[in-house]
């Protein structure tokens, strides 16, 4: 399988589920541009069935290798990020998991017994980052439990295995060729930036900025009946070279630990 099949599999998915992702990328298509995507990310549970190595597989197989590791403390966050061996146009992946031995022995046990319930089939096939929610309806009850402790728990409880956000590579906009035209422009359009410590997350001299739009709500079936909660977001990202003229490819966990804010629960 080419790598380039696997991304656009997660872009339909992603668009498809997530409507407000597509209505960006139109926009900045309407507007003459050249829509690159600097990465895409994925997020899962430390339990060794489900971790950030298991996800990673298919990544691995066609093409990619481990570059960088990311602590994120506050959030009790672990995170890699792969690239392509040889394209060096390939996205970037960035796989991240939720420390579970952090949290409560309540919330450990929820996710614990929710992983219990996905098939051996399931858990060694290629087709686990496609695969969303594996382990039934879930409960709007447990959802909201799961975020006093974990916003991030909660929504992967929810979500499970898809794309959480695709990348806009700004440094291929032509118009748009900085974050701040991008953020203005997408607020002009109606459109929530994540203002988490600020619109823009980094800086020229860190070598990279980012933005995020605030997930999109969603209707979403659970056990009591149908709610609207964040779903997933597109993010926007600029990078600078380093001394030596190398356009820097990794991330910043302080920036990253920000934009994960982006899927908190909220209400219009």
């Given at each position: 399988?080419?790598?380039?099949?696997?991304?656009?599999?997660?872009?339909?998915?992603?668009?498809?589920?997530?409507?407000?992702?597509?209505?960006?990328?139109?926009?900045?298509?309407g507007?003459?541009?050249?829509?690159?995507?600097?990465?895409?990310?994925?997020?899962?549970?430390?339990d060794?069935?489900?971790?950030?190595?298991?996800?990673?597989?298919?990544?691995i197989?066609?093409?990619?290798?481990?570059?960088?590791?990311?602590?994120?403390?506050?959030?009790?966050?672990?995170?890699?990020?792969?690239?392509?061996?040889?394209?060096?146009?390939a996205?970037?992946?960035?796989i991240?998991?939720?420390?579970?031995?952090?949290?409560?022995?309540?919330?450990?046990?929820?996710?614990?017994?929710?992983?219990?319930?996905?098939?051996?089939?399931?858990?060694?096939?290629?087709?686990?980052?496609?695969?969303?929610?594996?382990?039934?309806?879930?409960?709007?009850?447990?959802?909201?439990?799961?975020?006093?402790?974990?916003?991030?728990?909660?929504?992967?409880y929810?979500?499970?295995?898809?794309?959480?956000?695709?990348?806009?590579?700004?440094?291929?906009?032509?118009?748009?060729?900085?974050?701040?035209?991008?953020?203005?422009?997408?607020?002009?359009?109606?459109?929530?930036?994540?203002?988490?410590?600020?619109?823009?997350?980094?800086?020229?001299?860190?070598?990279?900025?980012?933005?995020?739009?605030?997930?999109?709500?969603?209707?979403?079936?659970f056990?009591?009946?149908?709610?609207?909660?964040?779903?997933?977001?597109?993010?926007?990202?600029?990078?600078?070279?380093?001394?030596?003229?190398?356009?820097?490819?990794?991330?910043?966990?302080?920036?990253?630990?920000?934009?994960?804010?982006?899927?908190?629960?909220?209400?219009k």
């Amino acid at each position: 399988m080419d790598y380039k099949d696997i991304f656009n599999r997660l872009w339909t998915d992603y668009i498809t589920q997530n409507p407000h992702s597509k209505k960006v990328y139109d926009l900045f298509v309407g507007e003459g541009e050249e829509i690159l995507n600097d990465h895409i990310a994925f997020r899962t549970f430390n339990d060794a069935r489900i971790n950030i190595d298991v996800l990673a597989k298919v990544f691995i197989a066609n093409g990619f290798e481990e570059k960088g590791t990311y602590t994120f403390e506050n959030k009790h966050l672990f995170a890699k990020h792969f690239e392509h061996k040889t394209d060096l146009s390939a996205p970037r992946v960035f796989i991240s998991e939720l420390i579970l031995e952090d949290f409560s022995i309540d919330l450990q046990n929820i996710i614990s017994k929710t992983i219990d319930k996905i098939s051996l089939n399931n858990l060694t096939s290629e087709e686990l980052i496609y695969s969303g929610n594996i382990w039934g309806t879930p409960s709007y009850e447990v959802f909201k439990y799961l975020r006093k402790e974990s916003e991030y728990a909660a929504w992967v409880y929810v979500f499970g295995f898809c794309a959480n956000h695709f990348t806009v590579n700004i440094n291929n906009l032509k118009k748009y060729d900085s974050i701040e035209k991008v953020n203005t422009f997408l607020k002009n359009k109606g459109f929530l930036i994540n203002d988490s410590e600020g619109e823009i997350k980094g800086s020229p001299q860190e070598l990279l900025e980012q933005s995020s739009i605030k997930s999109g709500l969603i209707k979403v079936d659970f056990i009591e009946g149908a709610f609207e909660i964040p779903s997933c977001y597109y993010e926007f990202a600029k990078r600078y070279p380093d001394a030596n003229g190398k356009l820097y490819s990794g991330f910043i966990a302080k920036s990253a630990d920000k934009i994960f804010e982006s899927t908190d629960f909220y209400q219009k």
